[in-house]
């Protein structure tokens, strides 16, 4: 059995602490984006986001290449976890995931039982369907250790993999067009990236130049390119070498984590943020405000969030097929599953996909987002606030 002094600090601590003060970033930028584009400086922020830099606009490069960073860094987290931390368990690695089944469903079904009788309206039920991990922990770092560590991994990873199921969503039904050759020239790397991982290559640089190739030739798909950066987490390697496959301190996928990390939450995420987070508030009305699409987002980010993920978790854990979180208390779930529904960057994302061409509804989209996010959040914040701290264990020794 391996030494215990030969495994190396989980940088699961590292990744929520960061993400969390990343979270606080995004917040102010997200405020600044919004008092942007509210002020007298909008027609030129606007114009630099559609200023086209080669072959995309300036928001595509963001949208399309940095966030493909964002998503290879919570690709090499989730991957860790689950072959030697705390997702490595059946148990604790079910619940996340019916969670984030449940919580991307009932939010549709929300949204579609307030948009049935308009096909137009009715594209974009998948708005509602994903929670934004940064903002999501940056509320939950306001609240210090009151939540358990446990239940930042169960948010994390809930978080992920409804994002993840948000970019499977899109490719599925907002890509306009796929291109076959491209998307086999893409297995092709993907394949290569493997190849490289079973031979235990060390040295980062391979993987990155293919990583590269793989995002290029999955954007030309039509395939939204960040999930490249997934594809691309799953074959960095986790163990060192064949000699030593317990010495993982020094191996390619933690080199590569802990590079990624201060990049990713202080630089990608805020720039993201901003150039997203800018919303016009000029000319909305009470009669906007409780319009079919907005009340939709809107409802379906705060109720059926949390229904879907309280409720889904809350069956799971009662049937016996999933632990509850260490340390935390049915109140503590119910406050993280409101967290839930800030909804945010995908769901903006998403809203702008399935409106193009539709400019009116796009605001719409984005003041139902603001606000189902805002209660999503302040709900969330007070159930946790009020709910008693149950001195839960660390996931990790000192």
């Known amino acids: ?4 002094a030969r495994r190396p600090y989980s940088m699961l601590r590292g990744f929520l602490d960061h993400t969390a003060s990343g979270g606080l970033v995004l917040m102010g930028t997200a405020a600044l984006a919004m008092v942007v584009a509210n002020s007298p400086l909008a027609p030129a922020y606007f114009a630099a986001l559609d200023r086209h830099i080669g072959p995309l606009s300036l928001l595509h490069w963001i949208n399309d290449l940095l966030m493909a960073g964002f998503f290879l860094l919570v690709g090499l987290e989730i991957k860790r976890e689950m072959l030697d931390g705390q997702l490595s368990s059946w148990n604790r690695r079910i619940l996340p995931g019916i969670a984030a089944a449940g919580g991307m469903a009932v939010p549709a079904l929300v949204f579609v039982a307030f948009n049935a009788g308009d096909p137009t309206t009715l594209r974009g039920w998948a708005i509602p369907s994903a929670t934004d991990i940064a903002f999501a922990l940056g509320v939950l770092s306001l ?11 169960f948010l994390t990873t809930l978080a ?10 899109i490719a599925l039904f907002y890509t306009s067009t796929v291109s076959l050759l491209h998307l086999a020239l893409a297995a092709g790397v993907l394949a290569l990236l493997v190849m490289l991982n079973r031979r235990c290559v060390q040295s980062l640089v391979p993987y990155l130049i293919l990583g590269a190739l ?8 039509g395939v939204h390119a960040t999930i490249a950066g997934v594809l691309l987490a799953l074959c960095i390697p986790l163990r060192h070498t064949p000699a030593a496959p317990d010495d993982m301190v020094t191996s390619p996928l933690h080199r590569l984590e802990h590079g990624l990390h201060g990049w990713v939450t202080f630089l990608i995420i805020p720039i993201f943020g901003f150039a997203n987070a800018g919303v016009s508030l000029a000319g909305v009305t009470a009669e906007v405000l409780v319009n079919p699409l907005t009340l939709g987002v809107a409802l379906g980010l705060f109720a059926g969030k949390l229904v879907g993920v309280f409720g889904s978790a809350a069956v799971a854990i009662r049937l016996g097929l999933a632990d509850m979180p260490l340390g935390a208390s049915w109140a503590q779930l119910l406050g993280v599953a409101l967290l839930c529904g800030i909804g945010f960057t ?9 409106f193009a061409g539709h400019p009116l509804l796009q605001e719409e989209v ?3 987002i603001i606000g189902g996010s805002l209660l999503a959040g302040i709900a969330g914040w007070g159930v946790l606030r009020l709910a008693p701290a149950t001195g839960a264990r660390p996931l990790h020794p000192a």
């Open 346 to 354: 995908m769901s903006l994302f998403i809203g702008l996909l399935a």
């Open 160 to 169: 992920i993999i409804d994002d993840l199921g948000a970019v499977v969503i």
């Open 1 to 4: 059995m391996p030494s215990l």
């Open 214 to 221: 793989l995002w290029y030739l999955v954007l030309q798909s």
């Open 366 to 368: 984005k003041i139902g």
């Open 143 to 153: 609240l210090g250790s009151r939540v358990p560590t446990s239940l930042k991994l």
